[in-house]
C-alpha cells in the first residue's frame, strides 16, 4: 500500500493486486454514510473476497443456537464482465497495471487496470463507486472499459444477489425478484427471525446500447445480462445506480414502536420512487452531491498534522473518515459495532467502545451525536434490567455485548480453541465483565460537563445514573474480616485476566457512578424535577442516597504499595514474570496465546491492554505525578497491546508524562492497526474504537486536551518531528480552533457561548469578538 500520493494526506491506495489478500482492503475501503456500510469488494471477485452490505438496526438471529447479528445483507457490489468468452479476472491473463484508491475528501473509490486476457484482448478498465452521504439509501458504480488492441465482444452480468452470508449463516430469505418499468431490478426480502422487511434497487444505465439485454433470475440471484459489441479504442461507460430501504428506516418507525413496520409494501414503495427519481440523474450528479457533504464534514472535522512524515496526517484522516461512516447521528435506536459496518466482526454488536474510546470525539465535535449515543443507552435499559434480575442483582447490569434495544445479552459462549484442552474456550466478558455500565455513567458524566444539557438528564441521563448506581450498590459484596466493600470474579479492561477481584478500573469507576448518583438525587428536586417526579414513584431517592453515601464510602479502592505500584486487581502482584520480548515484538497480535492456554495466561504476569493505564488516563488526578509515572512505566513494560485499545490510550499517558518518542510511536502503532502492512489485520472489519483513540492521540495527548469538574484545560506534548496540529473542539456551547505548534497552544473562539478553560496552566477566557 501506498500513502503518499498526491493530494498527500488525502488518498489511501493499494499498488499491487494479490488474490489471496483482498478481504483487508475491501474493509478499509469500506464505504458508508452510518445507514449503511458496504465493503469494498472488487467486482469480479476472488478467493478471499467477501462481500458485505450492513444496515444499522436489521438485526436478526439466524438460528436459535446463535446470537444476534447484523446481518449480511443482499449485494449490489458484484459485476462479470466476459471478453470474447473468457471471464475478467486479474488473476488469469496479464496483469499489466493496477492502482486503487480511496480519496477520503470525497468517499470516492477508484480502480484502475490494464490487462490482457489468455487468448490476448487488451483491456483499459476504471472501476468508481461511493456511497452517498447526501441520500443515505444510494450506492453507485461506474465502469469504463475500453479494448485496445482489438474488437471484442463484451458480456456483463450485474445486479442483485441474497448469497452473501454471515460465515455461513443465511439470515435472509431468498426474496421477490421483479423488473419495473424502466428496466430497475428490484428484488424485495426480510430476515428470517427479526422479519425486517428489505428492498434493493438497481438500474444500469449504458453510453452505448446493448445488442443483447435479458433479465436473469437465479436462486437467491437476479441480474441483467447485456452483450455488447466494442470496436478497438471505443469506452464502454456503465453505470450502476442502487438504492436499500428496510422496515427499520427512521420514516417507518413511529414513536414508541422502536422496531419500525414489517410491511414490506411500504418499504418497497419507497425504493421504488427513489429508484425511478435517480433514474433521470447519474452518477456523476450523485457524487457531486454527496461529495458536498463530505467538504462540509472536512471543513468542521479536519484535523491538520505537519509533520515529516505523511502517514501522520493520512491516519489521522482515514480515522476520521471512518468515524463519519460508522455512526447514525440522528437515530438513537442504534450503537456502534466494534467494526462498525465495515464487516462483520464482533457480529455488530456495541461494546464499552463507544463511551471510553468514541463518546469523547463525537462529545466534542459534535454533540448532538454523542446524545444519540446515550440515548441508545437509555433506550436500551430493559435489556439491562433483565441481564441484573437474571444475574441476582437490582437496576441496570448493562450487557457487555449489545445488539437491538431489548435483546438483553448477546455475547456468544464461546470462541476460539484452548490449544492445551483442544476444546473451545468459553467467552467470560459477557458474564464478568461487568465495569461497562460504570463506563455509561462516566459517558453520562462526561456528556453533562461538555454540554450542560439539563434537558439530557432530566428526560435521561438521571434515570441511567440512577439505575446503574443500583446495579452497583446491590454488586458490592461486604467482607466482614476487612469490614469493607469488595467487588470479586470480573474481568477488567486486561481480558487476559478472568476471575479477579477488586480490579481497581472497575472499583474506582463503580465508586464514581454511586457519587454521581447520589449528587444527581441531590440536585434532582430543583435542577431535574421530571426526572425526580418519575424515579421518586420508583424509589425512595432519600434511602438510596443514604446506601449510595455509606457504600462508596466503604468499597475497597486499592492504593499504592511500598514500591509505588497500584495492584491492577488483588492477584496480578502476585502472578509469575517471564520474558516478553518474543511477544513485545510481535509482527501481528495474540501470538501469546501459541504458547499458552488462557488458563496458563491468567498466571502470568503480562496484560492484553491498557487497564491501570486506562484508569489513570480517564482519571488523572486520582494519583500523584510520581505514582502515575511509575505505575505508567510499570504497567507498560507488561502490556502486549494484544487489543486495538490499546496503544491509543498508552500513547496519551506517554504524551502527558513526556515520553515523546514513546508517544509518537504508539501513535504510528495506533494508525497502523488497520492502515499497517498486516494483511490479515482487518479482514473482518476496520478497528472503530482504534478511530477514536488516534483522535485522542492528538487531541488528549499531544494537545493535552482533559476535562475536569466542569473545566477543560490543554497542554502542549507536540512530538518534535512535528511542526504543527489544528482542531476544533467544541465545550459548553462553545466552537473553539486550538493551533499547537512549538511555541504554544493558541485557542480562538469560532463562535456560540462564552467560556473560560485552561491554557498551559493559565485561566483564558474565550468569547465570540
Known amino acids: 500500500m501506498k500513502y503518499d500520493l498526491e493530494p498527500r494526506g488525502w488518498i489511501v491506495a493499494e499498488e499491487t493486486f494479490d488474490p489471496c489478500r483482498t478481504a483487508k482492503c475491501e474493509s478499509i475501503f469500506a464505504q458508508g454514510n452510518g445507514y449503511i456500510n458496504i465493503r469494498c469488494a472488487l467486482e469480479e471477485g476472488y478467493l478471499d473476497t467477501y462481500r458485505g452490505a450492513f444496515i444499522t438496526g436489521t438485526f436478526n438471529k439466524a438460528m436459535p443456537d446463535e446470537v444476534t447479528e447484523l446481518p449480511n445483507l443482499p449485494d449490489v457490489t458484484a459485476m462479470e464482465f466476459i471478453v470474447n468468452g473468457e471471464r475478467f479476472a486479474m488473476d488469469q491473463g496479464t496483469l499489466q497495471s493496477y492502482l486503487r484508491t480511496l480519496d477520503l475528501r470525497t468517499g470516492e473509490a477508484t480502480r484502475t487496470v490494464q490487462w490482457k486476457s489468455p487468448a490476448g484482448a487488451a483491456l483499459e478498465l476504471t472501476f468508481r463507486r461511493f456511497v452517498s452521504l447526501d441520500n443515505e439509501h444510494i450506492a453507485a458504480f461506474s465502469v469504463e472499459v475500453t479494448p485496445t488492441n482489438q474488437d471484442i465482444e463484451l458480456v456483463v452480468n450485474s445486479g442483485i444477489s441474497t448469497r452473501n452470508s454471515n460465515t455461513g449463516s443465511q439470515h435472509c430469505v431468498e426474496g421477490e425478484m421483479r423488473m419495473l418499468p424502466g428496466g430497475i431490478l428490484r428484488l424485495m426480502t426480510h430476515t428470517n427471525e427479526s422479519n425486517v422487511p428489505i428492498s434493493v434497487h438497481c438500474l444500469h444505465k449504458f453510453s452505448a446500447e446493448p445488442s443483447e439485454s435479458l433479465p436473469v433470475i437465479e436462486r437467491r440471484r437476479f441480474v441483467g445480462r447485456y452483450t455488447f459489441r466494442l470496436a478497438k479504442g471505443q469506452t464502454l461507460r456503465i453505470e450502476k445506480l442502487t438504492c436499500y430501504h428496510t422496515g427499520r428506516d427512521l420514516p417507518f418507525t413511529v414513536y414508541g414502536q422502536q422496531r419500525g413496520t414489517t410491511n414490506p409494501d411500504i418499504v418497497a414503495a419507497a425504493g421504488d420512487a427513489l429508484a425511478a427519481k435517480f433514474a433521470d440523474t447519474g452518477y456523476d450528479a450523485l457524487l457531486a452531491a454527496s461529495a458536498k457533504k463530505w467538504a462540509a464534514y472536512w471543513a468542521e472535522q479536519d484535523v491538520q498534522i505537519e509533520s515529516d512524515d505523511s502517514f501522520d496526517q493520512l491516519g489521522m484522516r482515514f480515522a476520521l473518515y471512518h468515524l463519519n461512516i460508522m455512526i447514525k447521528r440522528d437515530d438513537d435506536r442504534v450503537g456502534i459495532g466494534a467494526k462498525g459496518m465495515t464487516g462483520e466482526g464482533y457480529k455488530g454488536h456495541s461494546f464499552w467502545d463507544t463511551e471510553m474510546f468514541l463518546m469523547p470525539y463525537y462529545l466534542l465535535t459534535d454533540p448532538a451525536a454523542a446524545k444519540t449515543l446515550l440515548g441508545y443507552r437509555w433506550r436500551s435499559l430493559p435489556g439491562a434490567f433483565k441481564k441484573a434480575s437474571e444475574n441476582g442483582y437490582q437496576g441496570a ?203 496458563q495466561m491468567n498466571q502470568l504476569m503480562v496484560s492484553k491492554q491498557a487497564d491501570l493505564v486506562m484508569l489513570m488516563r480517564i482519571m488523572p488526578d486520582l494519583f500523584d505525578a510520581e505514582t502515575r509515572r511509575k505505575n505508567f512505566m510499570f504497567y507498560e513494560s507488561r502490556t502486549l497491546h494484544d487489543s486495538s485499545l490499546s496503544h491509543g490510550q498508552h500513547c496519551v499517558l506517554a504524551a502527558w508524562e513526556g515520553l515523546d518518542d514513546m508517544a509518537l510511536d504508539m501513535y504510528r502503532h495506533a494508525i497502523a492497526i488497520d492502515l499497517g502492512p498486516n494483511m490479515k489485520s482487518s479482514d473482518l472489519g476496520i478497528h472503530s474504537a482504534s478511530m477514536g483513540n488516534v483522535w485522542q492521540c492528538v487531541a488528549c495527548g499531544f494537545a493535552g486536551l482533559e476535562w475536569h469538574e466542569g473545566g477543560l484545560s490543554l497542554r502542549s506534548h507536540l512530538p518534535a518531528s512535528w511542526q504543527r496540529a489544528a482542531f476544533n473542539i467544541v465545550w459548553r456551547g462553545a466552537k473553539l480552533h486550538v493551533e499547537v505548534t512549538h511555541a504554544g497552544i493558541t485557542v480562538t473562539h469560532r463562535g456560540g457561548s462564552a467560556v473560560e478553560i485552561t491554557v498551559d496552566g493559565h485561566p483564558v477566557k474565550l468569547a465570540a469578538e
Open 397 to 599: 447490569m448493562f450487557p457487555w455485548e449489545s445488539a437491538w434495544l431489548d435483546d438483553g445479552e448477546v455475547t456468544p459462549l464461546y470462541c476460539g480453541a484452548d490449544i492445551v484442552t483442544g476444546k473451545s474456550s468459553p467467552v467470560l466478558t459477557g458474564m464478568i465483565e461487568q465495569h461497562i455500565s460504570a463506563d455509561i455513567a462516566w459517558g453520562v458524566w462526561l456528556y453533562y460537563q461538555a454540554t450542560g444539557d439539563d434537558d439530557f438528564m432530566n428526560r435521561r441521563g438521571c434515570e441511567l445514573l440512577i439505575e446503574i448506581a443500583r446495579f452497583w450498590a446491590s454488586r458490592v459484596e461486604w467482607q466482614d474480616d476487612t469490614q469493607r466493600y469488595e467487588i470479586k470474579n470480573v474481568i477488567g479492561p486486561d481480558e487476559y485476566k478472568d476471575h479477579v477481584d477488586n480490579n481497581a478500573f472497575t472499583n474506582y469507576l463503580t465508586v464514581f457512578a454511586m457519587e454521581q448518583a447520589e449528587r444527581c438525587i441531590k440536585d434532582m428536586p430543583t435542577r431535574w424535577p421530571d426526572a425526580y417526579a418519575k424515579l421518586s414513584d420508583s424509589y425512595d431517592l432519600n434511602a438510596l442516597a443514604a446506601e449510595l453515601q455509606d457504600k462508596k464510602a466503604k468499597v475497597y479502592l486499592p492504593q499504592p504499595n511500598a514500591d509505588g505500584i497500584v495492584p491492577q486487581n488483588a492477584q496480578y502482584l502476585g502472578l509469575d514474570a517471564i520474558d516478553l520480548s518474543k511477544y513485545k515484538n510481535q509482527q501481528g497480535v495474540s501470538s501469546i496465546y501459541e504458547d499458552y492456554s488462557p488458563a
